[in-house]
């Protein structure tokens, strides 16, 4: 009678374990289905950097979450000592939170503003901006749409990448090279 009990009571453990494991499987496919996403957290020691060749080699950039061509995306980003990203808009509204180094932001019809951690800005879609490292910076930044990037000359007409680096020393990155 032992025997039966301890068998039965196994067999239950069993079934319990299966549909447990079974309903978690379902609760993830259905938040992977409606878009909900797990928590996470990242360390920027660890992240994989690259580069792209519509921005300089000093720019590199990991991606945190999201999609860069579709409905937005967050990036850690590092820039060298002297990297400039020349005068250029988005096409979505743009998040900065700087984490390290110093730098410096130039908005049109604003003053330059020196940036160093803890400090964040904000900038509209299409709006003109210029970002220099000054002394090795990583930064976070979020885009809230598809992460493209158009060059201007000073009268606000649009360049090419070639162009637009090349008057600042800079040259294209190359495609997702690992830095």
């Given at each position: 009678?032992?025997?039966?009990?301890?068998?039965?009571?196994?067999?239950?453990?069993i079934?319990?374990?299966?549909?447990?494991?079974?309903?978690?499987?379902?609760?993830?496919?259905?938040?992977?289905?409606?878009?909900?996403?797990?928590?996470?957290?990242?360390?920027?020691?660890?992240?994989?950097?690259?580069?792209?060749?519509?921005?300089?080699?000093?720019?590199?950039?990991?991606?945190?979450?999201?999609?860069?061509?579709?409905?937005?995306?967050?990036?850690?980003?590092?820039?060298?000592?002297?990297?400039?990203?020349?005068?250029?808009?988005?096409?979505?509204?743009?998040?900065?939170?700087?984490t390290?180094?110093?730098?410096?932001?130039?908005?049109?019809?604003?003053?330059?503003?020196?940036?160093?951690?803890?400090?964040?800005?904000?900038?509209?879609?299409?709006?003109?901006?210029?970002l220099?490292?000054?002394?090795?910076?990583t930064?976070?930044?979020?885009?809230?749409?598809?992460?493209?990037?158009?060059?201007?000359?000073?009268?606000?007409?649009?360049?090419?990448?070639?162009?637009?680096?090349?008057?600042?020393?800079?040259?294209?990155?190359?495609?997702?090279?690992?830095?």
């Amino acid at each position: 009678m032992q025997i039966r009990v301890a068998l039965l009571t196994f067999v239950i453990f069993i079934a319990g374990f299966a549909l447990a494991q079974q309903s978690m499987q379902q609760t993830q496919q259905s938040m992977q289905s409606t878009g909900m996403q797990q928590p996470m957290v990242t360390n920027p020691e660890g992240a994989n950097l690259v580069t792209a060749p519509a921005l300089p080699d000093c720019f590199t950039y990991a991606l945190e979450r999201g999609d860069p061509k579709g409905s937005g995306s967050v990036m850690l980003i590092k820039m060298s000592s002297g990297c400039i990203v020349p005068r250029h808009w988005h096409s979505a509204n743009e998040q900065i939170t700087f984490t390290s180094g110093t730098g410096q932001i130039e908005m049109q019809g604003e003053q330059p503003q020196t940036l160093s951690a803890g400090t964040y800005i904000y900038m509209p879609a299409r709006h003109v901006h210029q970002l220099t490292c000054k002394d090795s910076c990583t930064l976070y930044r979020t885009i809230d749409g598809p992460n493209d990037i158009h060059y201007v000359d000073a009268a606000g007409n649009e360049i090419a990448v070639a162009t637009a680096l090349a008057a600042f020393g800079e040259r294209p990155g190359s495609a997702a090279a690992q830095k």
